[in-house]
């Protein structure tokens, strides 16, 4: 597909916030609109911070073939569930940051390779995180070598107002990766982990050039992503941020924002019913 004379082979798209309505669920204009790019020979990932376990229906429902980029880009999983990709975060790093979040009278959620995400103590803001579809799993004790040697994201489900926030990207920076995704997404990875990193390296496994590749997003941590992307579209309600280093500005996430923009600018169609 051509858009002001580009080819356009690869489409990569954020998935809560933009590929979701507000309700986190799937519409079916975007689930038309994604058919149909698949239809016109461009392949399509999901680049998300949830898990891969949160995203199998929707990779289903598209019959998504490609690896797919899970956990913030820590995480690179194939059709097949096998990860061909995985960015940890160093042992040292892992036990610090856990008794810092700790010690500030907070309660952390970690994340590991294989998909799964637990936590010791449970706190009523992690009922975000299980609205998006994440299954939370208890544990007596998260400092343990295993999650060290494991771990591919730290959270916590705070405000962008909250201290802890300004005081852990203080304390970790140039350490350690920080990214917000949304209201209460607070996540700590690799500094070689990351959505950005994580699309140059499948695109150079596919053969894709950067002027290739269309990228949706609405938050922060689709930043990475965009600068690895020849052509950006954030939907209207994106951080003002995204906003600003967006080549397109499309309609809301609730408003099917993404199907229109890729009716008119990657496909070059009028959008069809739902």
């Known amino acids: 597909m051509i858009i002001k004379n580009k080819v356009i082979k690869l489409l990569v798209t954020d998935v809560d916030g933009t590929l979701l309505d507000s309700n ?4 079916v204009l975007n689930k038309k609109a994604i058919l149909a790019c698949k239809n ?12 891969i376990d949160s995203i199998t229906h929707i990779i289903n429902l598209l019959d998504l073939k490609l690896p797919q980029i899970t956990f913030n880009g820590a995480v ?6 096998k990860i061909i990709r995985s960015v940890k975060i160093r042992p040292d790093l892992y036990f610090e940051v856990i008794q810092t979040i700790k010690e500030k009278g907070y309660e952390p959620l970690i994340s590991i390779e294989n998909g799964k995400i637990f936590y010791e ?13 994440e299954k939370l799993l208890k544990v007596d004790n998260l400092e343990t070598p295993h ?11 705070i405000k962008e107002t909250d201290p802890l926030d300004r005081f852990l990207r203080d304390r970790f920076s140039g350490r ?48 990475s992503m965009f600068r690895e992307a020849g052509l950006r579209i954030a939907v209207k309600n994106s ?4 906003l600003k280093e967006a080549d397109i500005i499309t309609e809301e996430n609730y408003n099917c924002g993404l199907a229109k923009a890729i009716f008119r600018y990657v496909l070059d169609s009028e959008p069809v019913k739902p």
């Open 176 to 223: 350690l990766q920080i990214l917000r995704s949304g209201e209460y997404f607070f996540d700590i990875l690799s500094l070689d982990a990351g959505k950005g990193n994580a699309l140059l390296y499948l695109a150079r496994i596919l053969g894709v050039r950067k002027e290739e590749i269309v990228v949706f997003g609405d938050s922060y941590n689709d930043l």
């Open 40 to 51: 016109s020979g461009i392949e399509v990932i999901l680049a998300t911070g949830k898990s």
């Open 24 to 27: 986190s669920s799937l519409p």
């Open 147 to 157: 999650f060290s040697r494991n771990c591919v994201s730290i959270s916590v489900p």
């Open 239 to 242: 951080y003002p941020g995204v």
């Open 76 to 81: 690179i999983v194939n059709s097949e569930r």
């Open 121 to 133: 103590s449970y706190h009523p803001n992690m009922e975000n995180i299980v609205r998006v579809g």
